[in-house]
């Protein structure tokens, strides 16, 4: 082993099919009990294998190390500070952990009779009432399983909403600061996207806006919007920009995975919003991260709600003068349908409702009011020094929950890129902020330190980023070629995009 190697760095990570071997079993099940009855009579014969599937076969030890060594290789929020922008890594309290692997919880089988599962459906009806006060719309559908999901999910309801007035429009107006699913779910929706410019201080640029609305007079169907942006800024013109899509015939979308600067400040719903998505793993406690699990919930205002998926949760009144009782309603003749199988990921769903009841209206407004005041401090501190030469701020006004450096002139005088930078901060044991996002910011990174945080992390990240711009002065190629500490150095990203290795090869 090199001297400059790390232990991990020197061990050859190997896939869990490398490490099979033929004839080891992690467990050794007992005869069945019950007459076993062929394949063909349990499942259709034309979904039947012609042979058995190729999976690894390792003893139980070898399971654990091996998944144990993996998590060891990532960077994770129990380690340190990840100021991830527009994810909202904030700590998850390890209470709502508890509550979710309660067995009530954790073994409740999705196909249970509603009639025998009426504590989740419960939970659920409650989880939906918090959301619906919390983003001032007075309707909510669990299914969407994550913010693009439930970004798709609002676009086939805007889509169900035209066609049962009878009207075909073919366009989506969303701002050049929105997040990059937004044009993604247009595009699968089957829409057509038109992008409106930023103003000088962040915001929608109005005559843009108005000018692509007589542009495309009568083919609007929708605006996307965050607001906060992803430039970490509230946009003050929110009720003309609300005005105007509507008086155009088209609704108002919130991407909300921002909502964690805002709640209880303001509502999606009383800034003129239509239809809003909730990243239940972002703003209210779910970990996340590796594609899942999540929740994107939506809530929607009165002239929506009839085209939400099915089934809806529903609560009922009795007739004889006993409790309400829950129940899935399927009746919904103008719904776009299911979006997923069974509910969605009732995990998720006890942890947010346990943080909502655990925090409590007040609660959820300090987190707000925390996590804007982080962002704000972070970003006076790198407003100083080295910092504050060669990565300002790209709009620099009051942020709300993040903001945008732009290392522009860090890469002109020190030759500096944002990815350099982003990878020596692994070395100092910070995960780095989302580079190069949002687009319009040359040499982007994008910075939100969440609620969660105290003062001293943030001093520390900022001290880091002046000593790294310290060092580059002299030795540039110091951070070109970090990082040095982490399990895996710099990999080749351009050739991981140009030739992806998405298949196991098998040994013969």
């Not at 599937?53 to 960077?75: C, D, G, K, M, T």
């Not at 020190?414 to 319009?440: I, S």
């Amino acid at each position: 082993m090199a001297l400059t190697e790390t232990p991990m760095q020197a061990e050859k990570a190997q896939t869990i099919y490398e490490k099979s071997k033929s004839g080891r079993r992690a467990a050794a099940l007992p005869a069945a009990e019950v007459p076993e009855k062929p394949l063909g009579e349990l499942i259709p014969e034309n979904l039947l294998r012609t042979e058995s599937p190729r999976l690894p076969e390792i003893a139980e030890p070898e399971i654990v190390r091996h998944y144990n060594r993996l998590s060891r290789r990532n960077f994770d929020l129990d380690s340190g500070f990840y100021p991830l922008g527009s994810c909202t890594m904030k700590h998850n309290p390890r209470l709502n952990e508890r509550v979710a692997a309660l067995p009530g919880h954790a073994r409740l089988h999705p196909a249970q009779d509603p009639r025998r599962a009426q504590g989740a459906l419960e939970l659920m009806w409650l989880l939906q009432e918090s959301l619906s006060e919390i983003c001032g719309l007075p309707h909510v559908s669990l299914q969407p399983s994550a913010g693009s999901h439930g970004e798709l999910a609002g676009l086939l309801l805007t889509r169900a909403y035209h066609a049962d007035r009878g009207e075909v429009r073919t366009k989506v107006l969303a701002p050049d600061t929105s997040h990059g699913t937004n044009p993604a779910s247009v595009t699968m929706a089957g829409y057509e996207v038109v992008k409106v410019a930023t103003d000088e201080v962040g915001g929608v640029e109005m005559d843009d806006l108005r000018t692509k609305l007589a542009e495309n007079e009568g083919e609007v169907a929708c605006l996307m919007l965050t607001n906060p942006n992803t430039l970490g800024v509230f946009d003050e013109n929110i009720a003309e920009i609300a005005s105007l899509i509507h008086e155009a015939g088209g609704t108002l979308y919130y991407d909300g995975a921002n909502l964690n600067a805002v709640m209880g400040k303001s509502r999606p719903g009383d800034m003129g919003f239509d239809i809003v998505h909730v990243n239940l793993h972002k703003s209210f406690s779910q970990p996340h991260g590796g594609g899942g699990p999540g929740a994107g919930p939506i809530a929607v205002s009165e002239r929506i709600e009839p085209f939400l998926p099915r089934p809806q949760v529903v609560r009922r009144e009795s007739d004889n003068g006993g409790g309400p009782t829950y129940d899935l309603d399927f009746e919904r003749p103008k719904s776009i349908g299911r979006l997923r199988g069974f509910q969605g990921n009732f995990g998720v769903f006890v942890r947010s409702y346990a943080y909502i009841l655990s925090l409590g209206g007040d609660g959820l407004s300090e987190a707000s009011e925390t996590a804007v005041l982080n962002a704000n401090y972070l970003k006076a501190r790198l407003a100083e020094g080295r910092a504050g030469e060669r990565l300002p701020i790209a709009f620099d006004r009051h942020c709300m929950h993040e903001f945008v450096l732009s290392g522009k002139p860090m890469k002109r005088e020190l030759g500096l890129a944002t990815l350099d930078l982003a990878k020596r901060l692994l070395d100092f044991g910070f995960h780095p902020p989302t580079v190069y996002f949002p687009l319009l910011v040359e040499e982007a990174l994008m910075v939100e330190p969440t609620e969660t945080e105290a003062k001293e992390s943030l001093d520390a990240f900022a001290d880091a980023i002046e000593k790294i711009l310290a060092e580059a002065e002299t030795d540039p190629e110091l951070a070109k070629n970090a990082p040095y500490t982490t399990p895996v150095r710099r990999l080749d990203e351009v050739r991981a995009t140009r030739q992806p290795v998405v298949r196991q090869k098998f040994a013969d």
